[in-house]
């Protein structure tokens, strides 16, 4: 279950997020319906409370080459998510994930979120290409993100049924009981019934591939 409780966001006026209160909403969830929490951490003392908290410290594309910031957290001992920057190549993408492991953090997670192109059709364009791309030269799985990678929620079913055909090892989908109403990223969440609707889709091409993968 991922959820923002610090939020980087481009405008300084922007929602930001509920800081320690919102960790410890998501630790409610947690508690209440078994599930793990990754939430994203934005400096070292960001880190510390998402340790406390969470399962899972997410770095977010903006940090993606925070060096810094990724030796601290490759020393904790929680699973680390780690999302592709807006411009970053396949070898800064893999050697961030490097700084990370470097420290004795192997638990790594990889995200396509999206990268910036000239298109504006979209908010951001998703590289598929780089999840083969990244099977072939790592044992690190690989995410994609297609709500934060399209922003437009009715690319997010099609994009992610595209990310399972090929060969994602998950997927991270924006999920909003009322998007319109949504503090931010709204534009880019599924209703529950959507996202249910979508939950059998990709396990039908699941299904489907796998044998293939065998």
Same mark, same amino acid.
């Given at each position: 279950?991922?959820?923002?409780?610090? &939020?980087?966001?481009?405008?300084?006026?922007? +929602? !930001?997020?509920?800081?320690?209160?919102?960790?410890?909403?998501?630790?409610?969830?947690?508690?209440?319906?078994?599930? $793990?929490?990754?939430?994203?951490?934005?400096?070292?003392? @960001?880190?510390? %409370?998402?340790? =406390?908290?969470?399962?899972?410290? !997410?770095?977010? #594309?903006?940090?993606? !080459?925070? +060096?810094?910031?990724? =030796?601290? /957290?490759?020393?904790?001992? =929680?699973?680390?998510?780690? &999302?592709? @920057?807006?411009?970053?190549?396949?070898?800064?993408?893999?050697?961030?994930?490097?700084?990370?492991?470097?420290? @004795?953090?192997?638990?790594?997670?990889?995200?396509?979120?999206?990268?910036?192109?000239?298109? $504006? *059709?979209?908010? $951001?364009?998703?590289?598929?290409?780089?999840?083969?791309?990244?099977?072939?030269?790592? *044992?690190?799985?690989?995410? /994609?993100?297609?709500?934060?990678?399209?922003?437009?929620?009715?690319?997010?079913?099609?994009?992610?049924?595209?990310?399972?055909?090929?060969? #994602?090892? @998950?997927?991270?989908?924006?999920?909003?009981?009322?998007?319109?109403?949504?503090?931010?990223?709204?534009?880019?969440?599924?209703?529950?019934?959507?996202?249910?609707? %979508?939950?059998?889709?990709? &396990?039908?091409?699941?299904?489907? %591939?796998?044998?293939?993968?065998?």
């Amino acid at each position: 279950f991922r959820g923002g409780a610090f &939020k980087p966001r481009t405008s300084p006026y922007a +929602f !930001q997020g509920m800081g320690e209160d919102g960790l410890k909403m998501l630790a409610d969830v947690r508690d209440q319906y078994g599930l $793990n929490i990754v939430t994203e951490a934005m400096d070292e003392r @960001g880190i510390d %409370l998402v340790e =406390k908290y969470g399962d899972c410290i !997410q770095i977010g #594309a903006r940090n993606m !080459q925070n +060096f810094s910031l990724l =030796k601290y /957290v490759g020393q904790t001992r =929680k699973p680390v998510l780690l &999302k592709r @920057g807006m411009a970053a190549t396949l070898d800064e993408f893999l050697l961030a994930a490097e700084y990370i492991m470097a420290e @004795g953090n192997y638990d790594v997670i990889l995200c396509e979120r999206g990268i910036r192109t000239f298109g $504006n *059709h979209a908010r $951001n364009t998703m590289d598929l290409s780089i999840v083969p791309a990244i099977h072939r030269l790592t *044992h690190l799985p690989i995410i /994609v993100d297609p709500s934060h990678g399209t922003g437009r929620n009715y690319m997010v079913n099609p994009m992610a049924r595209a990310g399972v055909a090929v060969g #994602a090892d @998950g997927l991270i989908i924006e999920v909003h009981s009322k998007p319109e109403e949504a503090l931010c990223d709204g534009a880019q969440a599924l209703t529950l019934p959507q996202y249910l609707e %979508l939950a059998e889709q990709v &396990k039908v091409i699941h299904d489907i %591939l796998m044998p293939m993968a065998v």
